[in-house]
């Protein structure tokens, strides 16, 4: 396929005709259409489960960590480091609305300091858990350019972060980021601490 035919397959699928005018970007309607959309709350509904399903996972999920962490000699525990993936480049990703409740069950989630950073590694001394984990030292493995991705912090050595994971991997979309008053807060609330 060349750029030609490219260019025809989705002049093709546009379901807008081109007799159909378009306002620039830059026009009072696109701009207020775009303010509409942007301040439109949305709010994603919270999903119940029941609470015996919630504690056999929970026990699950520990014998799992605990086996694992035996087996391999504590990982993650206060001696060795915890490793994490950054983000990978998917495309076609999208961000919820950054929500407490949401955050609330994310884990691992830490507070801390980049102290050394390469080109694939992020080093963090972490200072506060408020889910998931004891280790002193967090390490983020990632790709050059993963702070383009959707709400990804660009980590920097010297400064102070919040980072969530889901399945060991660092949240983006607003869960992890430079830590700020308001973030720190919005950490409060959502694990108790």
Do not use: H
């Amino acid at each position: 396929m060349n750029d030609d035919d490219l260019r025809n397959r989705l002049a093709a699928s546009n379901p807008t005709p081109p007799s159909e005018p378009v306002d620039p970007i830059t026009s009072d309607r696109a701009r207020a259409l775009m303010e509409d959309i942007m301040s439109t709350a949305v709010k994603e509904p919270r999903v119940e489960r029941p609470r015996f399903g919630r504690l056999s996972a929970v026990a699950a999920a520990m014998a799992v960590v605990v086996g694992g962490a035996a087996l391999l000699g504590g990982l993650g525990t206060s001696g060795d480091p915890l490793v994490l993936t950054g983000p990978g480049g998917d495309p076609t990703a999208s961000c919820l609305v950054f929500d407490v409740e949401t955050l609330s069950d994310m884990s691992p989630a830490f507070g801390g300091t980049v102290v050394e950073l390469t080109d694939s590694v992020a080093t963090i001394e972490v200072d506060r858990w408020y889910a998931g984990g004891d280790a002193e030292v967090v390490e983020i493995q990632y790709t050059p350019g993963f702070e383009a991705l959707i709400g990804t912090p660009t980590l920097e050595v010297g400064q102070r972060y919040l980072i969530t994971a889901t399945d060991g991997v660092v949240n983006g979309c607003g869960y992890s980021g430079l830590a700020t008053a308001d973030y720190e807060a919005a950490f409060a609330t959502a694990f108790g601490a």
